[in-house]
């Protein structure tokens, strides 16, 4: 899959975002979510954890685009 990414964009909650999460060494792509007052970073794949987006979670750019290659 193929996503294009906009930097520019200001994260908003339940946009898709690429985030640099302490502990991982590449980039992941999460929804952003809040829940009780706190952000945290949904998977799409629903059997991996939800990971808290905290004040060392650097939001790298906003999905504005995605498709299929083959």
Do not use: W
């Amino acid at each position: 899959m193929l996503v294009l990414v906009d930097p520019g964009v200001q994260a908003q909650v339940g946009r898709l975002v690429i985030a640099r999460v302490p502990g991982h060494s590449q980039g992941v792509l999460r929804q952003l979510v809040v829940e009780e007052g706190q952000r945290f970073l949904k998977p799409l794949n629903p059997t991996y954890p939800m990971m808290l987006c905290g004040e060392d979670c650097e939001l790298l750019g906003v999905a504005i685009q995605g498709g299929i290659r083959f």
